[in-house]
């Protein structure tokens, strides 16, 4: 099995080389080696050039048992599955076997992203059962431009493959094309490529010469067509990506849907082809799952959501959330506008709820963080109820600290942990408490002044403002008596305390 990818791929005008470029969660040579790998070959090869290493590097991180094949100074597809021949050959002879590769070679291309095991699997079950020395996968276009063409016999058999800058009006007027993706007989292959020159005119060994060749030779050469165009397409240029990538999204989406899972807009739900969904899902509008994302049956994910690396658990709801390397257990609700940044795992029941940011903190089975605030490198223990807008103070600048926060804590609002601090369970947290020490269990931690009211301040340090106005109108409409209130003069000391009656 060969893969080839030593082509520029000049028109996506990139840094990135071609086959990098992702689509679906996977980068484009990515797809074609997981279709070619579903093969189970004996052997894989891919065949590298251009940006050499930055592929190379990039193949073996997928799979490391592909072999990498270097194409030299000579261009073409026919001289880079020749190399690769050779390569496999020379590793075969290596081990003692010096017959050279037998059987059946596949040969695929790495910017053909969407074709499918089960294509190639068609394929080779033809070639095989066929005998054949070459079987090509061909599709019939409306626009054929650019293509190699199939060309027949009168007997309707393929006589070969023309290049579309060498095909003449009428060769040009076939819309059935090359896929470039073919079953060959390693042994006719071998012969064949010996006999391939570069007179043509891109100056190119061509590989599609070997139809014609073998077919001379007495081999037998059969096209299979496919009905399924997207499959044999690949991205020259990022128009062609987007295309394929909206493709490859419809298929992945509507496949889910066949396996049990509601998605309420196929069109805005972006799903990955390494993300992982239960029976009873529900996608709801305008969501992306990217990467090795896992959801369990009878969660609710969305509106406007995205989540990256995160698992979420059996019944959990998580809306108007963006999260990356989280797990949110079973039951518990998220959202909405929540930031789960990496490390943050939610307990069975629990709740990260509107507006918070967490990070690395684990938050235990029916923990709530209802309202506005981050916790970060913490810990906050089973049943424990954080209050609006607290947070943990981690960071002093220089160093990360901890904050551990123990079970069935009930923390007022405005609590600020300023870490390394431990909360012990149960214990309470005034309103505004800054909690520096830490609070032993059942205790409640105050770290505010006794609040103190400066009596009649506003219309003494403020006059003929409209605050100072309206305190006045306050005072007239309420008996002094019952209000307690002082005249305004009264007010030398803000210590004062409420005038008894
Ligand atoms: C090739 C076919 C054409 C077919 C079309 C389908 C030949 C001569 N032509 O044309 O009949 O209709 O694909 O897309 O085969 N590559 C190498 N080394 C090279 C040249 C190319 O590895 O020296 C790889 C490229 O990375 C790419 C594939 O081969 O994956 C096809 O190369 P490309 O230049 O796109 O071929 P086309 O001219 O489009
Ligand atoms: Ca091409």
């Given amino acids: 099995m060969i893969v080839l990818a030593a082509g520029a791929g000049t028109r996506m005008k990139s ?44 193949i073996a991180a997928l799979d ?33 076997d010096h017959s050279g590769l037998t059987g059946t070679v596949v040969v695929t291309y790495g910017d053909v992203p969407l074709l499918t095991t089960e294509l190639l699997t068609e394929l080779v079950a033809v070639h095989e059962a066929d005998g054949n020395a070459v079987t090509v996968l061909t599709a019939v276009l409306d626009d054929p431009t650019g293509y190699g063409r199939i060309l027949r016999g009168e007997d309707g058999t393929v ?22 993706i073919y079953a060959f007989d390693a042994e006719a292959l071998r012969t064949a490529l010996r006999k391939v020159t570069t007179e043509n005119a891109q100056g190119e060994k061509y590989l599609t010469d070997v139809l014609m060749i073998a077919r001379e030779a007495g081999g037998r050469v059969e096209a299979v067509a496919t009905h399924d165009r997207w499959q044999v397409e690949g991205a020259n240029d990022r128009v062609q990506l987007a295309a394929l990538a909206r493709e490859h999204n419809r298929r992945t989406v509507e496949a889910w849907m066949r396996a049990g899972v509601t998605v309420v807009d196929p069109a805005t739900t972006w799903i990955d082809a390494t993300v992982r969904l239960a029976e009873d899902v529900t996608v709801k509008p305008n969501t992306q799952l990217h990467g090795a994302t896992v959801v369990e049956r009878d969660a609710v994910i969305g509106p406007d959501t995205t989540l990256t690396d995160v698992v979420v658990g059996e019944g959990a709801t998580v809306k108007r959330t963006d999260g990356t390397k989280a797990e949110i257990g079973p039951g518990a609700t998220v959202g909405p506008f929540t930031y789960l940044r990496p490390g943050t795992r939610l ?19 029916g923990a709530k963080l209802s309202h506005l605030g981050y916790v970060g490198d913490a810990e906050v223990g089973e049943g424990t109820n954080i209050g609006c807008g607290n947070i943990t ?28 601090v431990t909360v ?41 403002s409209p ?4 305190a006045a109108r306050a005072r007239a409409a309420v008996p002094d008596s019952a209000a307690g209130n002082p005249e305004p003069s009264s007010v030398a000391s803000p210590l004062k305390k409420e005038e008894g009656k």
Avoid at 467 to 470: I, K, P, Q, T, V
Wanted: proline share 5%; net charge negative; glycine share 12%.
């Fill in 15 to 58: 840094r990135t080389p071609k086959i990098l470029h992702p689509l679906g969660g996977r980068s484009m040579v990515a797809h074609a080696l997981a279709a070619a790998a579903g093969l189970a070959p004996g052997r894989l090869a891919a065949v590298v050039r251009h940006e050499r290493d930055l592929v190379a590097e990039h």
């Fill in 64 to 96: 490391p048992g592909i072999l990498i094949v270097d194409q030299d100074e000579v261009p073409g597809t026919g001289r880079a599955v020749e190399v690769a021949l050779e390569a496999l050959d020379a590793e075969q002879a290596a081990a003692g």
């Fill in 159 to 180: 006589a070969g493959i023309r290049e579309h800058k060498d095909a003449t009006p009428a060769e040009r007027a076939v819309r059935e094309v090359n896929s470039g």
């Fill in 347 to 365: 307990g069975a029941e629990g709740k990260i709820g509107a507006f918070y940011e967490t990070k690395n903190a684990e938050i235990g089975r």
């Fill in 393 to 420: 103070a981690n960071y002093d600048g220089v160093h990360k600290h901890r904050t551990v926060i123990g079970a069935h804590v009930r923390t007022a609002s405005n609590t600020v942990f300023v870490a390394p």
């Fill in 424 to 464: 012990g369970d149960g214990a309470y947290t005034g309103a505004g408490a800054v909690v520096r020490k830490d609070v032993p269990a059942g205790a409640l931690a105050l770290s505010i002044a006794p609040q103190r009211n400066a009596e009649g301040w506003t219309e003494a340090h403020r006059p003929g």
């Fill in 467 to 470: 605050s100072a106005e309206a």
